[in-house]
């Protein structure tokens, strides 16, 4: 155990740590009135404090396309920041990127996109607080995310009614496909794949597989003119066969929630990366805490982390 602490102390050796968020709060208030889970409770005066403690422990960061390739660098210390789901609120990011020249990587999730339709998850959020049952919420995701993909919808409607799925405002609602267009074509954003409808892709028929990746991929291209090159794992989850099939689609980088620090460089020529390790960050955590739990092989975050929640580790 002293020895694990130990390991935990030392400083971060070289390597990419690649930073997963969801939706973005307006504030740290407006989490008691959201519509939407608040999930890692990230705000944008709490995402610049925090990539600016990464900073100051002398992380560069890159865009997803110098992850991609990687520009002749020494070893050192790398971040990517990525953003899943493709909220809207993604976008109250945007000013605090911009103002410190941070790029980022931007994964959607094509259907709710493309019908302007919550995430299952929020919904789950939403109405049973506006039914007076906000004990039950994660409880509630739990039993949800363990049901059958094709469960879900049916199986939500059935409980909240057919309307469930309409956004109630900024905070549930996904961008659009305007607004993932214009995103696309911002300095510093990209666009990879999060998969047609948010399936954990191991629960789904090698058809379903091929499905969820390949309808996004398809949409994706139109939308933005680019055939994404990454790809992130709805909850993290892969196995062989979800592997398979992202080796079939030519994905260079595919990205799980496994909290773990990838070697520098991430690629060399030719070559591939379909597991790279990803941090949960939070909002409500002291951030040079958070970058030394990147930095160390074990620590008491991962421990805690480790499945404890699930609509943060939905995306």
């Not at 469960?151 to 996904?174: I, K, M, S, T, V």
């Not at 949409?219 to 196995?239: K, V, Y």
Request: proline share 8%; glycine share 8%; aromatic share 8%.
């Amino acid at each position: 155990m002293l020895a694990r602490i130990s390991a935990a102390l030392q400083p971060a050796p070289p390597g990419l740590a690649v930073l997963a968020l969801h939706g973005m709060l307006e504030d740290s208030v407006s989490a008691e009135g959201s519509d939407a889970h608040p999930q890692q409770k990230m705000t944008p005066r709490r995402l610049r404090a925090l990539l600016l403690a990464f900073r100051q422990a002398g992380y560069r960061f890159l865009s997803l396309e110098e992850s991609l390739r990687p520009p002749a660098l020494p070893a050192g210390h790398y971040a990517l920041l990525t953003f899943d789901d493709g909220y809207f609120s993604t976008l109250r990011a945007v000013p605090v990127l911009e103002e410190l020249g941070i790029p980022a990587a931007v994964f959607v999730t094509t259907r709710p996109v493309e019908e302007g339709r919550s995430f299952w998850w929020d919904v789950v959020y939403r109405e049973l607080r506006a039914r007076g049952r906000a004990a039950e919420v994660e409880r509630a995701l739990l039993h949800w995310k363990a049901r059958p993909p094709a469960e879900l919808e049916p199986g939500l409607e059935a409980e909240f009614g057919r309307g469930c799925f309409r956004p109630r405002g900024e905070d549930d609602r996904p961008l659009t496909v305007a607004e993932v267009r214009a995103l696309a074509a911002r300095p510093g954003f990209s666009i990879g794949n999060h998969t047609h409808e948010h399936f954990i892709l191991p629960r789904c028929s090698a058809a379903g597989i091929e499905e969820q990746i390949g309808r996004a991929q398809s949409r994706l291209r139109d939308w933005t003119g680019r055939e994404p090159e990454a790809l992130a794992f709805p909850n993290g989850d892969a196995s062989p066969e979800v592997l398979a099939v992202v080796r079939r689609f030519g994905f260079r980088l595919a990205l799980t929630l496994r909290s773990r620090l990838n070697p520098w460089p991430p690629l060399a020529a030719g070559q591939t990366n379909l597991e790279m390790g990803r941090f949960l960050i939070w909002g409500d955590r002291d951030p040079m805490s958070q970058v030394r739990a990147v930095g160390s092989r074990w620590s008491l975050h991962r421990l805690r982390d480790r499945g404890r929640h699930p609509a943060a580790s939905a995306g």
